[in-house]
Structures are given as C-alpha cells and as structure tokens.
C-alpha cells in the first residue's frame, strides 16, 4: 500500500464494512448469549417453582440468569446503535 491520502468515499467504505463486520461477530456473540440466558432461565424456574423450597443455588441460578441477560441486552444495544449509524452513513451518501 502507498502512501497516498485516503479519500472521503475510501474511508467510508472502509468504515461501513467495519461496523459490518463487527455487526456479524455482535450478532454471533448475541446468539450464543441468548442460547446461555435462556438455558439460564430454564434452570431459575426449575429450581424456584420446583419442590425444593430454600433451594442453596436459587442465588446462584439468580445471578447467572440477570448477568447473562445483562450481557444480551448490552450486546443488542450495540448492534442496535451501530445499525442506526450505518443506515444514518447510507443516507448521507445519498
């Protein structure tokens, strides 16, 4: 590659197919956390609606649950946000 400066239409580019990329892995992070949250879930209502009352691991099963959503959620709000630029990049090339 030479030294030559990067134009405005380059450096876009170049920044859209970023967040694309990242989109992509986000997205991929987003499907294993929802697979683990939800499995999370599962296991919280086993233990709080089954027939063991005072259950030593509902705290446990409590805070893997809430963690494991946290993380989905923070990892949908960042796909969210860098959706919404990219299309905002897409509307002023037009």
Do not use: C, W
């Not at 939800?38 to 099963?61: D, F, T």
């Not at 959620?73 to 796909?79: G, I, S, Y």
Request: proline share 2%; no cysteine.
């Amino acid at each position: 590659m030479q030294n030559e400066p990067i134009t405005y239409q380059e450096f876009m580019s170049l920044a859209s197919q970023n967040k694309i990329t990242l989109i992509d892995r986000l997205a991929a992070q987003m499907l294993d956390i929802g697979y683990r949250a939800a499995a999370a879930s599962a296991e919280y209502y086993r233990i709080k609606l089954g027939s063991e009352k005072g259950n030593p691991r509902l705290a446990e099963a409590t805070a893997t649950r809430a963690a494991l959503e946290g993380e989905y959620d923070a990892l949908k709000h960042a796909v969210s946000a860098l959706q919404s630029t990219l299309r905002a990049e897409r509307e002023l090339e037009k």
